[in-house]
């Protein structure tokens, strides 16, 4: 994955506290790892409690994932906070619902969903 | 028949009878050029006109003295000349075309599903986008985001709304964060990125109709015709009267420099 | 076919496109072409993190197609697995501290109508499954 | 990477996806692709009629990449080739009857930067070839 390094390429936006990361990749083994440092620094960079997962434009994603957005769930559990994915598409969900990540993560339609129901505590599909 | 050597010096001093004849006799040297090319998105009769273009020069410029052969010559001249054809074309980026091809794949295959009820074949697909099966499974695999600028005037195919308004829509409904909640306070990251969206979208909208206003006439209609009226290239060649390699060789350089500016 | 592909991460994408590009003579559904380049990926990526780590290797693909059933297998030739049983429960891993979830060889098990691992400790791994495709919509249950 | 494959006709189409697939980690314009595609097709196909002909075979396929540089070879183990200067030769082809043109090596030659052929009769036949991708506007000169 190459990590835009063009400042008009907005791969994530800051929201209250709430951290949303517009994936713009299919999430192998190989992309997650350059994605988890990436997240990883915007965590601990701001401000951050929440964590929002946008799925738009993922359209394959593998074990590698699940091991992502777990990680990031532990990070930010610890600073009582929360994670949640939005716009997850057919095959993504499938991934997800098998591997039991709903019980502890939410979906929503869309990040602004996910934003609102994190800083307000609104509810999930 | 006359030797093809004998047939070259007469053509080269003029004589245009000769001349016929070895074009006569290499047409189906130029075909079977011509179809190697097949498969890169160009009308064959096009290219077998530039490949006859080669072959005249080909024997305008072969020297009767050489030890070869007058198809050795040739092949490479001709091919030569189908090459600088396309070169304007083939300088894009192949990760470019994929991604945009596997942006229309996906939207594709989520419309044959949802219209059936049932997961959509390749061979759907394949049919419904025009893109071979191969060409599809590479696309799949080059999902990484399509410039928004390709997304917006795509999506809006078939909608009769302009593509600034498109843009606009797009920001609103599908991210949302125009309104008066949003803090922009998106200093953090190493490239700090702005995100600024009140901003970016306003400059987004100025931006593109600008870029349409700049076009001309015909192009403007070609953008119009292919991605607001989804008109197939051939479709859209008909109506401005053009040839579908125009149309394709057009729009590719339109998307090109809208790409170009709208980035600046 | 057979693919030999070196254990580098860039290639877990190559080797489930080559699997897919495969497969398209079955005229897959795009739910069938995910399911196997899931589980390709899963497999790969096991062979590239736990079979060889640090070590450089191969990694061997082998497709086959009877019928309408895709026969896919990978091997390489790494550390190998000491207990299968308990490597492939949902969960497992020897992994954690990479944010490893475990849950590979359970999407292989998934995804595929058939899953069989056979390894030696020392000696390496070798996966292999199958699909039918083209099959009445099969629906996948949570594990 | 290293593919081995039948000597079916479907796979002529699979070999060039497999090396495009392959080759778009340099990032290729789309001429460049076409242009590998175009060979591999070509070098893949005279193994499959010529070489091997109703025989049943395997083609191997091996493609590195060196610094920008892909290089590919194709070899089979087929009835070789007698007079190799002939055969690359345009239009020459031994195989009119079934409306070969005698093009493929003349365009295995336009496509790519090196091309060469090694082949013994009743062994088989290798055809390597390079390309640098990435040139600066390289101009497409008459010989
Ligand atoms: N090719 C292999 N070589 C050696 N050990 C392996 C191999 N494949 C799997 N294993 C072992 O089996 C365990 C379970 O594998 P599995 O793919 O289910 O989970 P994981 O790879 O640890 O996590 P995940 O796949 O969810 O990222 C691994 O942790 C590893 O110890
Ligand atoms: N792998 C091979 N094994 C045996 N003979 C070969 C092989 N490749 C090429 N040849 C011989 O070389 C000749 C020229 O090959 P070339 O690809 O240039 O033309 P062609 O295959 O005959 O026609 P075209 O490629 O235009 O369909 C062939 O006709 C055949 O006699
Ligand atoms: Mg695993
Ligand atoms: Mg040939």
Redesign the interface.
Known sequence: ??M?????????????NCLVIYI???L???TV?LL?DYSD??IE??NIRHIVFDF?????????G???I??RYKKVMFLGGKAAVSHVG??VN??F????LYKIIEKYD???DAVEALTKGGKAV | MMEIMELLQKAQKGDRQSRNQIVEENVGLVWSIVKRFAGRGYDQEDIFQIGCIGLIKAIDRFDVQFQVKFSTYAVPMITGEIKRFLRDDGMIKVSRTLKEQSYKVRRTAEKISQENGRNATLEEVAAATELSREEIVLALEANTEVDSIYRTIFESEGRAVTMADQVVFDKTTSLGYAGNNVSSQNTIGENGVSADYEKEELLNHMLLEQLLKELDATSRKLIEYRYFHDMTQMQVAKQLGISQVQVSRMEKKILTQMRKKAQL | MKLIINNISENESFARTVVAAYMTRLDPTFEELADVKTAVSEAVTNSIIHGYGKEKGKIEIHCTIKGKTIHISVQDWGIGIEDIDKAMEPLYTTKPEWERSGMGFAFMDAFMDHLKVTSKVGEGTLVEMDKEIGKEQESVEPL
């Open positions: 994955m190459k835009q390094k063009n400042s008009k390429m907005v791969h994530y936006e800051v929201i209250q713009s990749n299919d192998d083994h190989h790892t988890r620094r915007l960079a701001g738009t434009d993922v359209d394959f994603m593998d074990s590698s699940i091991g992502l777990m990680g057919e095959m499938r991934i619902g098998l591997s039991g869309t990040a602004k």
